[in-house]
């Protein structure tokens, strides 16, 4: 059985900055696990601009961003194996695995770096009624399509959900020269970042329908046509308010899953808020030695977040191996509780240990648009942290932080929003 110090699960833009930031720190056997022919991960077909801006100040193409990282595994000479497929990962670190150069093997890993990214909910997800035609595709699919493969997709396109690739992928529609009918989102909002709001619908004079979804698909052998109804509060289609608009393509952009199947295998403790595993501060899952970073932890809105937020977890895998970095059972952490409006709160606990940071970093998208509100940390009944902000989205992360010596004799942390 082959034995490494740190074994990262996923060669993306998180399982990249975490492996070269444990190489930074001095580990030198570590290994990558790609199931891609290429390291990257969706990056390599994202083609537009847009990354980057906060990690280099300067905008980027999805494939340079990429190409940034590698050049660091490279430099480095950190070990990675493309198309390996893994399929279980035990308690004690056995990671099973699969290539067609090696077959079946065993990796024994001291530490274990969670980095799988998410995947696209799909039409069977959202299980839109209607015949199987020809012509119902999730956005990566599109963009792939148009990106790597240089096929159109169809003429003329209906998105569903206005997530950012779907934003993105209705402005390169219209540029390829394909007519996208309209966007429709069934929330009262638009799950996308403002400036693709701005840059991709509002720029090419897209329109965005909300409080919206579709309820019938037309057509047998290719997609003829959707049926489009309003919806009420409780995301319920309205009776007489369908109509029909005709396309040949449905793309669909409903949100993202984070890709957990290994952790829950593991053992893993996961959380229904993030759809991703429970990590205390220094992310850190239930099961020693084993972190998780990026979008399998909790979908992000911008890569270079994941890239900050990959780079620390690297560290604290690095100083687990040295024995810098213990494991504290949960249940002898301050657990950190979504209050009103907020949603998808990472970590979830946070430990106490002399060895953490002075400083607790807080992520968390809000459930709603708020204008004039504070994002506030309470710890117990007493508010610690107040941060004002113009408007607050579901589409865009928002960062907290905490002091050490805001959480002596807490017993609980709560994040909620608070209108000003």
Known sequence: MKQVDILVIGGGSAGMAAAAAAYELGVRDILILERADRLGGILCQCIHNG??????????????????????IEKNHILYMLRTFVLDITQDKVVTAMNPENGLFNIQAKSIILAMGCRERSRGALMIPGTRPAGVITAGAAQRYLNLEGYLPGKRVVILGSGDIGLIMARQFVMEGIEVKEVVELMPYSGGLTRNISQCLNDFHI????NSTIVEIKG???VTGVVIAKVDAGRKPIPGTEREVACDTLMISAGLIPENELSKAAGIRMTPSTKGALVDDHFQTSVSGIFACGNVLHVHDLVDNVSVESESVGQNAARYIAGKLGHESFEDCIPVLEGEGVGALVPQYIS???DSEKKRKLMFRPRNIFRNAAACVYANDVCVVRKKELVLTPGEMCELFIDHSALNQARTITVKIEKE
């Open 51 to 72: 990354f980057g801006l906060h990690r280099y100040q300067e905008e980027l193409t999805g494939p340079e961003y990429a190409s940034r990282n590698i050049a660091i």
């Open 207 to 210: 329109p965005l329908n909300l």
């Open 220 to 222: 047998k052998r290719r």
């Open 352 to 354: 106490l240990r002399e």
